[in-house]
């Protein structure tokens, strides 16, 4: 689905990712993790195609980034950011009904039924019903990215692209947000990529992670198959105990407090 092959990215004299070689398969949910500055949003960058390489290609489904017209690229990919929408005045509906764009004829209009039916299930899924007349710039953070999320599924694409999407929520919203993509992706077979910032939450959530340091891949595999406490103390300096999830096993991560000493090892 996404091809990446000998990735190079520098801005003027830094280097900011060296050779990036990456293989993501349809309907998989990757994790980005890194420090920060390690390039992460770098590389959602050249996937969306808002950033060049220096060298090196990206492809998704065979064929060249470079060689899809915006429409083409926004009914195959979406993105989402930290702070997905801006608070302006516009009503909640009419903000997620943006998201069809890239289906929308010459006068900006789209008048199809099913249409309209995409719009409401999306309003109930993600329990935006009663806000469906607030302006933006009235929800909380919270409500906010959930109406970013609805204009990205309103979209409707086949992958799509989160950087950090839940940095600023509070941990009931962090869930509920992941949870949603979650059971988007599973209904509809999309393929996920999100950098996490929350290591925690990204070995819940994704099934796969890339670890970046210093804009090279250190690691890639199942959260289980990578997340250890000397690759975390060798990419993020920092000493941490890791536990299994007592639900399903996934690796979670405690932070040793400098003061506590080192036991054992
Ligand atoms: P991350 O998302 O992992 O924190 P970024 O990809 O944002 O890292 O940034 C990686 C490095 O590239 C940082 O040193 C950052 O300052 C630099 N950088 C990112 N974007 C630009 C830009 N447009 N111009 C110059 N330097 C940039
Ligand atoms: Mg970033």
Redesign the pocket.
């Known amino acids: 689905m996404i091809e990446v092959r000998h990735i190079d990215k520098s ?2 004299s ?1 280097s ?1 990712l060296k050779d990036i070689n990456w293989r993501v398969q349809r309907g998989q949910f990757w994790g980005i993790i ?10 959602i960058s050249l996937l969306s195609g808002v950033e060049k390489p220096n060298r090196g290609e990206i492809s998704l489904d065979g064929r060249l980034i470079a060689e899809y017209g915006r429409k083409k690229l926004s009914r195959k990919l979406a993105v989402l950011q930290q702070d997905g929408l801006p608070p302006v005045a516009y009503p909640v509906r009419e903000v997620i009904e943006m998201g069809r764009f890239p289906f929308q004829n010459w006068r900006g209009r789209e008048d199809s039924e099913a249409a309209q039916r995409l719009m409401d299930g999306i309003m109930d899924k993600l329990e935006l019903n009663d806000l469906a007349h607030r302006p933006l710039h009235v929800l909380s953070g919270g409500q906010r990215q959930r109406v970013a999320l609805g204009k990205v599924m309103a979209q409707q694409p086949e992958i799509v692209l989160l ?1 950090e999407p839940t940095t600023y929520l509070d941990i009931r919203h962090q869930t509920q947000f992941m949870e949603l993509v979650a059971s988007w992706q599973r209904e509809a077979g999309l393929t996920v990529v999100s ?1 996490m910032h929350d290591l925690n939450l990204a070995a819940l959530y994704c099934d796969h992670l890339l670890v ?1 340091h210093q804009g090279r891949i250190v690691a890639e595999g199942s959260p289980a198959e990578i997340i250890n406490s000397e690759l975390i103390e060798s990419v993020f300096q920092v000493q941490s105990h890791i536990v299994a999830h007592p639900d399903h096993g996934e690796p979670q991560l405690l932070l040793r407090k400098e003061t506590s000493g080192k036991h054992g090892a």
């Open positions: 801005y003027g830094l900011v890194g420090p920060n500055g390690s390039g992460k949003s770098t590389l950087d950098v970046l």
